[in-house]
């Protein structure tokens, strides 16, 4: 997308802007252009762009001044949730530790949900829980089924917000999990965590928050190693490149 290509209004130009101040051009602390001038880049009206401004700054990307030049706020401190689920349909630019960072929330997030739900409607969740033994094997089978199984938690826990803050990290979750689960090692690792947490399921609901926490950990580690392959992989092409 260039600066000169016309832009539909509304979100479209709201994501143009952010993906400027992602890629640098606006990096923190910098002043944008005039509405004026905004307007006349993007091909779109004043209004248009006023209003987007106006919701970027209501999520904390930027800060408004009245009679000065708009400024991008450094957003991992002026952020909250609505920036968070925005940014991460962003992957290409999150710096590489965000994926991790996100996992760690996971740990936390995720056990008491899990055991919310399981202890309102374990049934459902068991149910599920039953399919893994059936999933193909491929990367494709078992992010489908390891979102469904977080939905399904998040939907059972009697609190609508966790469903609500999952699915802000959807579009996330599905770009990550395509490499994860690309990996043997972590199918196999993830099948036996849906047979421990069936076993929980059905008879030590007590456990079920110990069982994620300990598979949310895991994963943890299986992507930080996948990670580390993954660079070693690249500096030995590049070596190769360099012979």
Known sequence: MTLNQPLRPGPFTEQHIISQILEGQYPPGAL??????????????????REALQRLATDGWLTIRHGKATKVNNFWKTGGVRLLGTLVNFSNHLP??????????????????????????????????????????DAAAYSEFDWQLQELMASLSGNPVHLM???DFKAIFKTMAAVYFSRAYARRTSLAYYKNL??????????????????????????????????????????????
Not at 32 to 49: D, N
Not at 212 to 227: D, E, G, N, T, Y
Request: aromatic share 2%.
């Open 32 to 49: 944008l252009p005039s509405e004026r001038k905004l307007a006349e880049t993007l091909g779109v009206t004043r209004q248009t762009i």
């Open 96 to 137: 590489s530790p965000m994926i991790q960072h996100l996992l760690e929330l996971r740990v936390i997030f995720t056990p008491p949900v899990a055991r919310q739900a399981v202890a309102l409607s374990p049934e459902p969740i068991a149910r599920h829980l039953e399919q893994a033994a059936k999933l193909e094997n």
């Open 165 to 167: 803050l999952l699915n």
């Open 198 to 243: 069936h076993h929980a399921v059905e008879s030590d609901a007590e456990t079920v928050a110990d069982v994620v926490r300990k598979a949310m950990v895991q994963s943890i580690a299986i992507w930080k190693h996948l990670k580390s392959s993954e660079k070693e992989a690249g500096n030995v092409s590049m070596e190769r490149l360099g012979g």
